[in-house]
């Protein structure tokens, strides 16, 4: 963990916070959620997290404020998994498959030679479902309107792109790059070059520049420094549920996650052992 514990930061002053997001969480959702539990005037973030990635996102409070543009432009480390032989809209599990392409034919080989193109400086458009600014408008709320629109190009580096397990359809990595890469897009453009389709199915932020989500502090932990609220202070907190996929426009991920559920539950009746019969008295 930090050097620092939360109880010794000034947050009104200055701090830069290391927070592990949770899945399903909005960049947004976590701001909000750390400036009203702590009642912070000034706060921000440095680099937003999709809402199905977890880990390293840093908070900005008071006058540290002034080095998130110095933050973001650091480069960036990630950890993940991709599903060859099948693509979405969005290029991860935020919408449900769109197409279904064979991939068992792929060797381990083939695979990782189509990473090495991926390597340097390269020219990558970035999903539809994205922040990106489209005449004014965020580039997910036309596509969760179920619009068209065409994204520019631009240009990245992915310093490092390694292949950590490869489990067919699955396959883990590892991915240094610079500020701006999307690694959904990655996923797209690899899934392309196989000629099978691929998707973004987790992504975990694990540095940004010399900051490490080892050193984060879990969302609970910041929220327990919550200061009581002065008696007949405002109204009284209305608590979120800690996972709002559907205020995320997450409905393909919630679906997902109630069939594993439902799934999971009925594996669980069929093993449980059967109740001995009674004996005739």
């Known amino acids: 963990m930090s050097a620092k514990t939360l109880a010794e930061f000034d947050f009104e002053t200055g701090e830069v916070l290391l927070l592990d997001k949770p899945l399903t969480w909005t960049s947004f959702d976590v701001v909000r959620k750390v400036k009203n539990a702590l009642r912070i005037k000034k706060i921000g973030h440095a680099g937003t ?22 933050i973001q432009a650091q480069e960036k480390e990630y950890t993940g998994t991709f599903r060859l032989g099948e693509t979405t809209p969005s290029f991860d599990l935020e919408t449900a498959v769109d197409m279904a392409r064979p991939y068992a034919h792929l060797t381990d080989e083939e695979i990782l030679a189509a990473t090495l193109p991926f390597v340097g400086t390269i020219q990558q458009t970035p999903p539809l479902f994205s922040a990106v600014k489209i005449d004014g408008k965020r580039a997910y709320e036309i596509a969760r309107n179920g619009q068209e629109a065409e994204i520019k190009s631009k240009t990245v580096e992915i310093k490092i792109f390694e292949l950590t397990r490869i489990a067919l359809p699955e396959i883990d990595f590892r991915v240094v790059c610079s500020k ?41 932990a910041i929220q327990a420094l919550r200061p009581p609220r002065p008696e007949g202070e405002g109204r009284p907190r209305i608590e979120r549920p800690r996972t709002a996929p559907n205020r995320a426009g997450l409905q393909y991920y919630a679906a997902l996650q109630a069939d594993a559920l439902a799934a999971k539950e009925h594996q669980a009746t069929e093993t449980a052992p059967a109740a001995p019969e009674s004996s005739p008295e």
């Open 180 to 220: 701006g890469t999307y690694i959904r897009s990655l996923a797209r453009d690899l899934g392309v070059a196989l000629g099978c389709g691929a998707h973004l199915t987790r992504l975990v932020r694990t540095r940004i520049g010399e900051y490490r989500v080892e050193d984060a502090f879990s969302l609970e």
């Open 49 to 70: 997290l999709d809402p199905l990635a977890t880990g390293l996102l840093i908070l900005c409070t008071g006058r540290k404020t002034k080095e998130i543009d110095l």
